[in-house]
């Protein structure tokens, strides 16, 4: 059945990004007005769309022919939640970027390329096809850098510079994975998946397609070592974009990893420990690296990239635990609406300080939120999701993931299996939760707490306008309803989004407050407050001149995996190796041909014609060769025949190789 509403959500933005450009080279104010518009209509387009799946109807779009493969569509529970996510995101951030972009330069395409990334991201999470996600997501990656070089400064330049490649190089490798998971299952459409790979002889054969495909779609997601861009775009980018990029961009990543996870690689335990391994260093890396940055924007960066691994725990954990996995699917789930959520209003709260401030590094904003309840309210209520105090909505999903994680450690005790890693595991997970709290209560008490070091200028005017106030009020004031109320909110939520992950519902009744959940949840925070005052305030904190205490940055910068590895493989291995390679080439062609030359193309000395013309000694014996055997032996388009007759031979030999499978 061709349900041809599905294409409303991805097209709408899409359509209506060139009349708001048209718009928008008339009169500026009309522009805004316009894009608000297009988000709210967007909004309610996915409300309409959810209260069809609440419903019971389960909506499906084929149009074949379209790219020669067609484009798969199809709503369910999961689909649904997250396109309103998604669509909620881009209507807050654009009411919000009247105001904040007032004094930005080049708005027009800002506004244009935001609405073309809106629709492709929703393309992405309602996609039924690997292959119409990933015509979607390279749409996205495409449009959304134009949000990172916003500003056109040097170091947004170098920041999108980052972010193209890792997305172009990322889009590639899944690409090649693509192309060789459909060659051994012979479909890339999610719902035939899991019974394509049922019918293998040797599913691990999977593996390498599989980690192809992972690595194009951890890179957008900021999976460790695949982050790089995360900790670079986010302080460069207008604040808009930059909750955009941590809140709902990651999670198109996500998305792809989910599908591999969870239709090819379902209860695959090899799979799960591997995802669980990339999600335990990219936890505690990304919380370590956001303790010790001292920019505003760039820890709530790290802090995405921490809470990424979080989402990852659980994708880890739903493998390990096979049939098991209730807890760990709804903890995954949670945390990826919870961190969309409280991504949102951070980093619109961070936009509200650096639109009046032009400034982000701690030392300079200092002190700037004191006397300003609203903006305070509104950060506190994302202080206390994401760190997982109860009775907020980070505490719920956080619980969840934890309890998945003691949950396998009984299964596999009683196996008589080793538990040892997996006790490792879950103090990671409960040391990263402690960071967690540690660098949140940092730019919190930075801001809001402390006094300034010297006063603040003042405009005589309001720091935020009553739509950016409400586009930030409103989500913040979500968070902690969605805490207090988990079991119909929550647990409503999770029970629509699991099956799409296939997961089962838990076997008892959560007591979300219980003292063993509420004891994890201690645990982090006695963590969290330790880090606090023995290292942030004391080692990470040193007096200037004048005797005040500030806020030192002491992560060594040679530590930056890109300008240590990646730029250096990319700008001298690679080029090296290229020039290295086709020297070789060259000189074999050479070499060949020198070789025809002695054997098959040699000639025996012949004497001139007439000897009476040369004295005696004068005479020297010469090959006889045609003019134009000659040219051909000696030039360069007979080392490139050569080289192409290889070339037709290997590829012939390949895919006869391909076709006999």
């Not at 040193?542 to 060594?556: A, H, Q």
Request: net charge positive.
């Amino acid at each position: 059945m061709n349900d041809y509403i599905l294409l409303v959500p991805v097209l709408l933005p899409i359509l209506f990004a060139f009349p708001v450009y048209l718009v928008g080279r008339r009169s500026k104010k009309e522009r805004d007005s316009f894009a608000g518009v297009v988000g709210i209509s967007e909004f309610a387009v996915c409300v309409f769309l959810l209260m069809m799946v609440l419903s019971g109807m389960e909506l499906e779009l084929a149009v074949p022919g379209i790219i020669a493969r067609g484009i798969y569509l199809k709503l369910d529970g999961f689909r649904a939640i997250y396109a309103l996510i998604a669509a909620l995101m881009w209507m807050s951030t654009t009411i919000f970027s009247r105001e904040y972009l007032a004094h930005y330069r080049n708005r027009n395409r800002y506004y244009f390329f935001t609405l073309l990334t809106c629709g492709a991201t929703v393309g992405v999470l309602l996609s039924n096809d690997f292959f119409t996600t990933f015509i979607f997501f390279e749409i996205m990656s495409f449009t959304s850098y134009v949000m990172v070089v916003q500003d056109e400064k040097p170091g947004a330049m170098k920041a999108g510079e980052t972010y193209i490649a890792v997305a172009v190089i990322g889009g590639m490798v899944m690409l090649m994975g693509l192309f060789l998971l459909e060659n051994r299952l012979g479909t890339l459409n999610f719902d035939e998946l899991h019974t394509a790979v049922e019918t293998l002889s040797d599913p691990s054969a999977l593996y390498l397609p599989g980690a192809l495909i992972l690595f194009g779609f951890g890179a957008k997601a900021g999976m460790y070592p695949l982050h790089i861009w995360l900790p670079k775009a986010h302080p460069v980018a207008p604040a808009p974009a930059s909750a955009l990029l941590s809140g709902i961009l990651t999670k198109a990543g996500i998305f792809g990893i989910l599908v591999l996870s969870a239709r090819v690689f379902l209860h695959d335990s090899i799979w799960g420990g591997v995802i669980l391994t990339l999600g335990v260093i990219t936890m505690v890396f990304g919380a370590v690296l956001a303790v010790f940055s001292i920019d505003l924007k760039r820890t709530l960066a790290c802090s995405s990239m921490s809470q990424i691994g979080f989402i990852l725990v659980g994708v880890g954990m739903q493998g390990l635990l096979g049939q098991h996995n209730a807890l760990a699917v709804w903890g995954t789930a949670l945390h990826m609406v919870n961190h969309s959520a409280i991504k949102l209003v951070l980093f619109m709260c961070a936009g509200v300080v650096y639109m009046n401030l032009h400034k982000l590094d701690l030392n300079s904003v200092r002190g700037w939120g004191r006397n300003k309840p609203v903006l305070n309210f509104c950060f506190l209520m994302g202080v206390l999701g994401i760190i997982g105090m109860p009775l907020w909505n980070g505490y719920v999903s956080k619980t969840l993931l934890h309890e998945s994680i003691v949950e396998y450690i009984e299964l596999a005790a009683q196996t008589g299996a080793s538990t040892g890693i997996y006790h490792a595991v879950e103090w990671f997970f409960l040391i990263s939760g402690g960071l967690t709290a540690a660098y949140m209560t940092k730019i919190y008490v930075a801001v809001f707490v402390e006094k300034p070091v010297k006063p603040f200028e003042e405009h005589g005017k309001r720091y935020m306008n009553w739509q950016s106030t409400l586009s930030i009020t409103l989500p913040a004031l979500a968070l902690p309803i969605m805490g207090m109320l988990p079991t119909p909110i929550m647990g409503g939520m999770a029970q629509l989004m699991r099956g799409f992950m296939n997961g089962g519902s838990p076997e008892a009744a959560i007591a979300w407050f219980s003292l063993t959940n509420l004891k994890g949840a201690a645990i982090s925070l006695t963590i969290g407050a330790a880090v606090y005052l023995l290292i942030i305030r004391t080692v990470l904190m040193r007096k200037d001149e004048s005797g005040t205490k500030v806020y030192v940055n002491l992560w060594p910068s040679r530590l930056d995996l890109e300008t240590l590895l990646y730029r250096p493989i990319v700008e001298k291995l690679l080029p090296f190796l290229g020039a290295l390679i086709c020297r070789v080439l060259d000189n074999l062609t050479d070499w060949f041909v020198a070789v025809l030359d002695h054997t098959l193309l040699h000639r025996k000395p012949i004497p001139p014609r007439n000897d009476d013309d040369y004295a005696p000694g004068e005479y020297t014996p010469h090959v006889r060769r045609s003019y134009t055997l000659q040219r051909i032996s000696g030039s360069v388009s007979f080392s490139l025949l050569l080289f192409g007759l290889g070339f037709c031979a290997a590829m012939g030999y390949l895919i006869v190789i391909l076709l006999t499978k």
